[in-house]
């Protein structure tokens, strides 16, 4: 019931015939993978189709992290390359060659993009310390607290807190019982 249901309310293009040489079958398909379910012809076998659909996907994602990288190793060779001037312009003859040349830089790119990835993607315990401390902030600033109220409040448990702490050491320092 389902299955009629959002066929109907999704028209799909016409399938191809499955008796069309194979000259037509390999434009239909590539037509397929190049626009997806936009195509004005979809193939006829349902496991072409998903094998093409998986393929154009792949494609995609593969594409988009080769641009990505080429834009980390273009931004390290342009910054090599700055650099590399700079320092011929400024320094001595040989100090143009000590500069790092466009290998180094796009390496230095490609470094920079793996290092990035990787903050992205830390684990939770590199999370937190002093960032928490301000996300509290603003939670109590969007709830309409006073600053200076806050502050009074927090000085007071800290001090209650340092009383507390106190008269525990007391309580466990044996020689303070006698």
């Known amino acids: 019931m389902s299955s009629s249901s959002s066929s109907s309310s999704q028209p799909q293009p016409p399938s191809d015939n499955p008796k069309s040489s194979r000259l037509h079958k390999a434009k239909v398909n590539l037509e397929y993978l190049a626009l997806g379910s936009q195509a004005a012809v979809v193939p006829a076998s349902l496991t072409t189709r998903s094998a093409l659909t998986t393929a154009r996907y792949a494609i995609k994602y593969i594409i988009k992290r080769l641009i990505r990288y080429a834009k980390y190793a273009a931004a390290g060779a342009a910054v090599a390359a700055i650099g590399g001037g700079l320092l011929g312009t400024l320094g001595s003859g040989l100090a143009f060659f000590a500069a790092p040349g466009i290998g ?17 993607h830390r684990g939770n315990h590199l ?3 002093i960032w928490e401390g301000w996300s509290n902030m603003k939670e109590r600033a969007q709830a309409g607290h006073d600053g200076s109220k ?3 409040l927090d000085a007071a448990r800290h001090e209650e807190q340092r009383r507390k702490t106190e008269n525990k050491e007391t309580r466990n320092n044996v020689w303070m019982r006698v």
Do not use: Q
């Open 150 to 152: 806050d502050e009074a």
């Open 104 to 120: 180094v830089g796009m390496g230095l790119g490609v470094i920079t993009g793996i290092v990035k990835f990787g903050w992205r």
């Open 127 to 129: 999370r937190g310390g």
